[in-house]
T-cell receptor, first 115, second 110 residues
Framework: DAGVIQSPRHEVTEMGQEVTLRCKPI?????LFWYRQTMMRGLELLIY????????DSGMPEDRFSAKMPNASFSTLKIQPSEPRDSAVYFC?????????????FGPGTRLLVL | DAKTTQPNSMESNEEEPVHLPCNHS???????IHWYRQLPSQGPEYVIH???SNVNNRMASLAIAEDRKSSTLILHRATLRDAAVYYC???????????FGGGTRLMVKP
């Protein structure tokens, strides 16, 4: 398996622009997580889905952030409008819920810079 | 999720064993102890997990105290590729989420 795939790997945009981050989870996994990592706050969970349904979005910073999972093989995280404080590395992770260890598999991340 | 406490950083020499400690004094009976690591410029990756008994896999060993209030991740022979941030995380049996703390930055000297 190719693992969790994220695109783009790097994104540079200007304040006010819309940013869309994409994630393809590992085939067969039924949970998907979006995390954000910054030097100041570390690794934070933004939202997670079980069977394509959003379960907990309490980590989403504000209304400018939205996430969708239209099917089991694709998810997006959208920021509109983007702000410089959104600059971070965004990770997507997937998991097969139901195994004892419930291991999460992380993608390589998208490094976002908002100017 | 209960909290964990880890040293901010540790140093090791290549080819020597490394013991990474983690304190979790408020652990509950159903909390699993998970370890993940994050290599530079990569996403976190699973290392090992346990509940009560010590565990071994190809990457590491996990030693869990009898009272479960602490645990130690053991890398038997550190290599330069083991330089990473190691996270100790408690996950409840019913929990879906992993809450990452600050972790321990392991530096391996040649």
């Amino acid at each position: 398996d190719a693992g969790v795939i994220q695109s783009p790997r790097h994104e540079v945009t200007e304040m006010g622009q819309e940013v869309t981050l994409r994630c393809k989870p590992i085939s067969g996994h039924n949970s998907l997580f979006w995390y954000r990592q910054t030097m100041m706050r570390g690794l934070e969970l933004l939202i997670y889905f079980n069977n394509n349904v959003p379960i907990d979005d309490s980590g989403m910073p504000e209304d400018r952030f939205s996430a969708k999972m239209p099917n089991a093989s694709f998810s997006t995280l959208k920021i509109q409008p983007s702000e410089p404080r959104d600059s971070a590395v965004y990770f997507c992770a997937s998991r097969f819920r139901g195994t004892p260890q419930e291991t999460q598999y992380f993608g390589p991340g998208t490094r976002l810079l908002v100017l | 999720d209960a909290k964990t406490t880890q040293p901010n950083s540790m140093e090791s020499n290549e080819e020597e064993p490394v013991h990474l400690p983690c304190n979790h004094s408020t652990i509950s009976g159903t909390d699993y102890i998970h370890w993940y690591r994050q290599l530079p410029s990569q996403g976190p990756e699973y290392v090992i997990h346990g509940l009560t008994s010590n565990v071994n896999n190809r990457m590491a060993s996990l030693a869990i105290a009898e009272d479960r209030k602490s645990s130690t991740l053991i890398l038997h022979r550190a290599t330069l590729r083991d330089a990473a941030v190691y996270y100790c995380i408690l996950r409840s049996n019913a929990g879906n989420m992993l809450t990452f703390g600050g972790g321990t930055r392991l530096m391996v000297k040649p």
